[in-house]
């Protein structure tokens, strides 16, 4: 039985940041991580000849901790693509224009739908200090556009725009959370916009996550899928499904909101937790990478709410190819692997292209992240977020789910990363006992 001040579960950005502050605060930490390798929901891979963003990608300097972590590193942001032309489909017309020319067809309505955005999050930071907040919680995405009464064309258009944002169905989706998001882009839905898709980070997202974890000594075990976490008076033991024990004075949960109940947990989290793990997010679409012959113009395309895929972008322009990458609400819609499929969604919205390789990954399927991007359901900030930012015990949990700012970012992880840290340490610091050490050997 291996024994240390804390453990971290979870080797994302959120706890990859809080080992390595406790770390460096003098505290033993160890990170136990069920895969094999570090980073979550962000995975830069080998694909379809170049290195490629499978999971969470984009940052942007309104996003405070991400960019703040970049500086410290010295790494920089790549700005993505500059767009020249861009399709949409409209009362089921395909339509070509100017970049310039959808924005604009976007901007009356998200105006209108993100008006209160700093009405009701002054403080986007704090996004329960208005207790006016809880009026409108219980609101859909889809009610909040359809109660606008605009015309057909644009009701789709902007319905197309937020399922694209949110990864998700609509009639599930938190109208709250489309306002947090743009509050904390200044209450501007064109910045929050820019923060969502243009700049990347130089090296990819495994890159950053590196270095934290080369700024901690905090001791990372890979391939340690923990199964049940018991804390009592004395301490927190810790047991992975190999049968290994770990013994710490404080733990921390850093994992997706929908996989908590995955672990035996005794006594057991709150049943406010439980129940928003077994809720999980609303993000539980698919990312796509679709490389097709011929290179090509650089657009941008937005297709109907309910097709397979209903975003794709020209994100890597080569001599004889063109890589693209492509969104749609269903992951159980999207075969990652199908060449074939693959051709019948893109010919839906972008038809004339010839599908050569295709690459992603399904997150919704995948046992250790079981969602996208932390997209919340009605109800889920007044009802359940403060509850699970409070700690049970010696258990906290940290996570972009949980974060108050950039929620489903980067960012976010990061922020609820160092939250979770400063608990811990303060937990630590007031714990006048002494630190926990590894037992005798028996015989």
């Not at 944002?165 to 109208?175: Q, T, V």
């Not at 700049?199 to 199964?227: C, H, M, P, Y």
Request: proline share 5%; net charge negative; glycine share 10%.
């Amino acid at each position: 039985m291996e024994t240390s001040d804390v453990i971290v579960i979870g080797a994302g950005f959120a706890g990859l940041t809080a080992a390595r502050e406790l770390s460096r605060s003098g505290h033993a930490t160890i990170v136990l991580e069920a895969k094999d390798r570090i980073a979550g929901r962000t995975h830069l891979a080998e694909r379809l000849g170049r290195n490629l963003e499978l999971g969470g990608t984009w940052v942007h300097w309104t996003q405070p901790y991400v960019w703040a972590e970049m500086g410290r590193y010295g790494i920089k942001a790549l700005p993505g693509p500059e767009f020249t032309k861009a399709l949409w489909t409209l009362g089921g017309q395909r339509h070509e224009g100017s970049p310039e020319r959808l924005m604009e067809l976007l901007d009356g309505p998200n105006r209108l739908l993100l008006a209160d955005s700093r009405r009701y999050f002054p403080m986007p930071w704090q996004p329960l200090d208005n207790p006016d907040v809880a009026d409108i919680d219980g609101i859909t995405l889809s009610e909040a556009i359809d109660r606008l009464g605009l015309p057909e064309d644009q009701r789709r258009f902007l319905r197309s725009f937020w399922t694209l944002n949110f990864n998700g169905r609509l009639d599930e989706a938190a109208y709250t959370q489309a306002l947090r998001w743009c509050a904390v882009a200044s209450g501007d839905w064109q910045l929050m916009f820019e923060a969502c898709a243009s700049f990347k980070i130089d090296g990819g997202t495994r890159r950053l996550a590196e270095a934290i974890l080369a700024d901690s000594s905090a001791q990372l075990r890979l391939k340690q899928r923990v199964v049940s976490v018991e804390q009592d008076a004395g301490g927190v033991l810790v047991a992975t499904e190999a049968g290994e024990q770990y013994r710490a004075r404080q733990v921390i949960l850093a994992l997706p909101l929908s996989v908590l109940n995955g672990i035996d947990v005794h006594p057991p989290l709150s049943p406010g937790k439980r129940e928003a793990a077994a809720r999980g997010q609303a993000g539980r679409g698919a990312k796509l990478w679709i490389k097709v012959d011929g290179r090509q113009e650089r657009f941008v395309a937005f297709g109907p709410e309910t097709a397979a895929l209903n975003f794709v972008q020209a994100e890597y322009i080569d001599q004889d190819t063109t890589t693209l990458v492509c969104f749609g609400p269903d992951a159980g819609a999207v075969d990652v692997d199908d060449v074939a499929e693959a051709q019948g969604h893109l010919d839906a919205i972008v038809p004339g292209l010839k599908v050569l390789e295709v690459a992603g990954h399904d997150w919704v399927s995948d046992e250790y992240a079981r969602s996208t991007w932390p997209m919340h359901y009605t109800g889920y900030l007044t009802r359940h977020l403060a509850e699970l930012q409070r700690p049970e015990g010696r258990i906290r949990l940290a996570g972009s789910d949980f974060a108050n700012g950039w929620g489903g970012f980067i960012d976010g992880a990061i922020e609820s990363g160092f939250d979770a840290a400063r608990q811990v340490a303060s937990a630590l610091t007031s714990d006048t006992r002494p630190p926990l050490r590894a037992p005798a050997p028996v015989g």
